[in-house]
Protein backbone atom coordinates (compact mmCIF):
# COMPACT_ATOMS: atom_id res chain seq x y z
CA UNK A 1 0.00 0.00 0.00
CA UNK A 2 1.27 3.59 -0.99
CA UNK A 3 4.56 2.12 -2.29
CA UNK A 4 4.80 3.97 -5.79
CA UNK A 5 4.45 7.25 -6.47
CA UNK A 6 0.96 7.04 -8.65
CA UNK A 7 -0.33 5.26 -5.00
CA UNK A 8 0.79 8.67 -3.50
CA UNK A 9 -0.99 10.74 -6.10
CA UNK A 10 -4.41 9.08 -5.67
CA UNK A 11 -4.15 10.32 -1.85
CA UNK A 12 -6.96 12.28 -1.70
CA UNK A 13 -6.95 13.14 1.79
CA UNK A 14 -4.12 14.09 4.04
CA UNK A 15 -4.43 14.99 7.63
CA UNK A 16 -0.95 16.34 9.06
CA UNK A 17 0.75 15.81 12.13
CA UNK A 18 0.02 19.24 13.79
CA UNK A 19 -3.59 18.81 12.65
CA UNK A 20 -6.15 17.98 15.23
CA UNK A 21 -9.68 17.18 14.00
CA UNK A 22 -13.06 16.23 15.11
CA UNK A 23 -16.00 14.80 13.19
CA UNK A 24 -17.13 12.20 11.02
CA UNK A 25 -14.66 11.46 7.71
CA UNK A 26 -15.91 10.11 4.84
CA UNK A 27 -14.25 9.96 1.69
CA UNK A 28 -14.11 7.50 -1.16
CA UNK A 29 -10.20 7.87 -2.06
CA UNK A 30 -6.96 6.78 -0.29
CA UNK A 31 -6.67 8.50 3.64
CA UNK A 32 -3.28 9.59 4.98
CA UNK A 33 -3.42 10.85 8.92
CA UNK A 34 -0.08 11.68 10.98
CA UNK A 35 -2.20 14.32 13.31
CA UNK A 36 -5.21 13.49 15.94
CA UNK A 37 -8.80 12.55 15.15
CA UNK A 38 -12.11 12.11 16.68
CA UNK A 39 -15.21 10.60 15.55
CA UNK A 40 -15.29 8.21 12.61
CA UNK A 41 -12.82 7.83 9.38
CA UNK A 42 -14.49 5.78 6.16
CA UNK A 43 -12.81 5.49 3.10
CA UNK A 44 -13.60 3.15 0.21
CA UNK A 45 -9.92 2.62 -0.03
CA UNK A 46 -7.18 2.47 1.98
CA UNK A 47 -5.99 4.22 5.08
CA UNK A 48 -2.55 4.92 6.15
CA UNK A 49 -1.83 5.83 10.02
CA UNK A 50 1.28 7.39 10.52
CA UNK A 51 3.42 6.58 13.71
CA UNK A 52 3.05 9.94 15.41
CA UNK A 53 -1.08 10.00 14.79
CA UNK A 54 -3.90 9.47 17.80
CA UNK A 55 -7.31 7.84 16.58
CA UNK A 56 -10.37 8.28 18.64
CA UNK A 57 -12.79 6.67 16.09
CA UNK A 58 -14.08 4.17 14.46
CA UNK A 59 -12.88 3.32 11.49
CA UNK A 60 -13.81 1.80 8.15
CA UNK A 61 -11.45 1.03 5.25
CA UNK A 62 -11.00 -1.44 2.30
CA UNK A 63 -7.15 -1.34 3.40
CA UNK A 64 -5.37 0.04 6.10
CA UNK A 65 -1.94 0.24 7.32
CA UNK A 66 -1.66 1.23 11.18
CA UNK A 67 1.58 2.35 12.92
CA UNK A 68 0.16 4.87 15.07
CA UNK A 69 -2.79 4.59 17.64
CA UNK A 70 -6.17 3.54 17.72
CA UNK A 71 -8.84 4.07 20.02
CA UNK A 72 -11.91 2.13 18.41
CA UNK A 73 -12.94 -0.25 16.75
CA UNK A 74 -11.37 -1.19 13.06
CA UNK A 75 -13.39 -2.79 10.05
CA UNK A 76 -11.23 -3.70 7.00
CA UNK A 77 -12.75 -5.21 4.38
CA UNK A 78 -9.38 -6.77 2.92
CA UNK A 79 -5.96 -6.53 4.37
CA UNK A 80 -4.43 -4.67 7.79
CA UNK A 81 -1.05 -3.95 8.26
CA UNK A 82 -0.31 -3.87 11.80
CA UNK A 83 3.09 -1.93 12.39
CA UNK A 84 5.12 -2.38 15.17
CA UNK A 85 4.81 1.37 16.68
CA UNK A 86 1.18 0.80 16.87
CA UNK A 87 -1.02 0.87 19.68
CA UNK A 88 -5.01 -0.33 19.25
CA UNK A 89 -7.63 -0.44 21.71
CA UNK A 90 -11.14 -1.72 20.01
CA UNK A 91 -12.00 -4.27 18.31
CA UNK A 92 -10.87 -5.53 14.72
CA UNK A 93 -12.44 -7.48 11.81
CA UNK A 94 -10.94 -8.12 8.71
CA UNK A 95 -10.18 -10.19 5.43
CA UNK A 96 -6.50 -10.98 6.28
CA UNK A 97 -4.30 -9.25 8.77
CA UNK A 98 -0.29 -9.24 9.45
CA UNK A 99 0.95 -7.61 12.98
CA UNK A 100 4.64 -6.93 13.18
CA UNK A 101 6.36 -8.07 16.28
CA UNK A 102 6.09 -5.39 19.39
CA UNK A 103 2.72 -4.05 18.42
CA UNK A 104 -0.21 -3.98 20.96
CA UNK A 105 -3.99 -4.94 19.61
CA UNK A 106 -5.92 -5.14 23.18
CA UNK A 107 -9.59 -6.50 22.12
CA UNK A 108 -11.04 -8.49 20.15
CA UNK A 109 -9.60 -9.96 16.52
CA UNK A 110 -11.45 -11.41 13.92
CA UNK A 111 -10.18 -12.59 10.60
CA UNK A 112 -11.03 -14.23 7.64
CA UNK A 113 -14.41 -15.33 6.47
CA UNK A 114 -17.54 -14.72 8.46
CA UNK A 115 -18.51 -18.27 7.63
CA UNK A 116 -19.13 -20.47 10.65
CA UNK A 117 -17.04 -23.36 11.67
CA UNK A 118 -18.98 -27.37 10.50
CA UNK A 119 -17.22 -28.98 13.50
CA UNK A 120 -19.54 -30.66 15.66
CA UNK A 121 -19.47 -30.88 19.61
CA UNK A 122 -18.12 -34.29 20.43
CA UNK A 123 -20.20 -35.36 23.81
CA UNK A 124 -17.50 -37.67 25.36
CA UNK A 125 -20.55 -39.37 27.95
CA UNK A 126 -22.60 -40.22 25.40
CA UNK A 127 -22.39 -44.29 24.57
CA UNK A 128 -21.51 -45.16 21.52
CA UNK A 129 -24.00 -46.19 18.64
CA UNK A 130 -24.24 -49.84 17.18
CA UNK A 131 -21.93 -48.65 14.40
CA UNK A 132 -19.33 -47.12 16.49
CA UNK A 133 -19.40 -49.92 18.82
CA UNK A 134 -17.88 -52.59 16.32
CA UNK A 135 -14.57 -50.10 15.74
CA UNK A 136 -14.66 -49.69 19.23
CA UNK A 137 -14.24 -53.66 20.73
CA UNK A 138 -12.05 -54.16 17.16
CA UNK A 139 -9.65 -51.84 18.40
CA UNK A 140 -9.28 -52.54 22.35
CA UNK A 141 -9.28 -56.30 20.34
CA UNK A 142 -5.57 -54.84 18.94
CA UNK A 143 -4.27 -53.06 21.79
CA UNK A 144 -4.97 -55.88 24.17
CA UNK A 145 -3.10 -58.11 21.40
CA UNK A 146 0.18 -55.68 21.48
CA UNK A 147 -0.05 -55.63 25.20
CA UNK A 148 0.51 -59.24 25.16
Known amino acids: MFKNQDEIREIETIIGPSVQVEGDFIA ?81 CQAGDDKKSKFEKIDHHSKPTEKEAPITEELEEVVDEQLN
Open 28 to 108: AGDMVIEGTVSGKITTEKNLRIGPGAKIFASISAANASIAGEVQGNIKVKENLEIAETARIFGDVKTGTISIAQGATLNGR
